[in-house]
């Protein structure tokens, strides 16, 4: 039972690193694996849409942290994406990272449960929460929820830390997480395998 973290902040051991870290302490107690991966602050590519994905399973830049979070997705039983908020959206990089991981290893991914949190100064955070919960929904994956929406606030880890409510969410989050994973693994070893999906029909609307 492995969860996946992803730390889609520029500082390794910031603010969202600070929310991370509470989610994984309660992944911990309820017997969850994690790993956290910082994307840093090294240039990524944002996807070019060639499409060689379609065919290799990999995506073709192959000079940054992409294609290692697929192999790591593969093994992985849930997520978490953390961000900041930028300009009342997540971290431009986490988005070019995860347009990437989700086009080329969105087979990785689906069906497994997962969470988005993010943490800011002030503001923006619902928009930020809402542009991260789109990976997850459009590719059958259990969104883990906790008792408010997943977002601390503060302008460094000590002020995250005083933010009593914010901390709580993420324990709770992580407790969730780590219970729906086991519901899951307990069903498919008494035969309740994850629903197949049909194959895709695309429709372009233009007649
Ligand atoms: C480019 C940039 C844009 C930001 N935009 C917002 C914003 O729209 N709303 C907000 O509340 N905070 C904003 N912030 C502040 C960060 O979201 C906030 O301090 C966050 O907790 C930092 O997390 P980190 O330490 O993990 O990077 C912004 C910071 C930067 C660098």
Request: charged residues 20%.
């Amino acid at each position: 039972m492995k969860v996946l973290m992803i730390n889609g902040s520029p500082h390794e051991k910031g603010c969202t690193y600070t929310a991370l870290g509470e989610i994984a302490s309660a992944l911990h107690t309820y017997g969850a694996e994690y790993e956290i991966v910082h994307i840093g602050s090294s240039v990524v590519h944002g996807c070019k849409a060639c499409k060689a994905c379609a065919s290799s399973g990999k995506c073709a830049y192959d000079d940054d942290i992409v294609n290692a979070i697929i192999e790591k997705a593969q093994e992985a039983d849930g997520f978490v994406f953390g961000s900041p908020v930028h300009y009342a959206a997540p971290a431009g990089a986490l988005c070019a990272v995860l347009d990437r991981c989700f086009f080329a290893g969105a087979r990785c991914f689906r069906g497994k449960p997962a969470a988005a949190v993010v943490s800011c100064r002030r503001a923006g955070a619902t928009a930020a929460l809402d542009r991260l919960n789109k990976y997850f929904t459009i590719n059958h994956m259990p969104v883990v929820s906790a008792g408010y929406w997943n977002m601390v606030h503060g302008s460094s880890p000590q002020q995250v830390k005083r933010d009593l409510e914010g901390m709580q969410v993420m324990r709770a989050l992580g407790t969730n997480m780590a219970w729906l994973i086991k519901c899951i693994k307990t069903g498919e070893e008494n035969g309740l395998a994850r629903p197949e999906p049909e194959d895709k029909i695309w429709t372009d609307f233009m007649g």
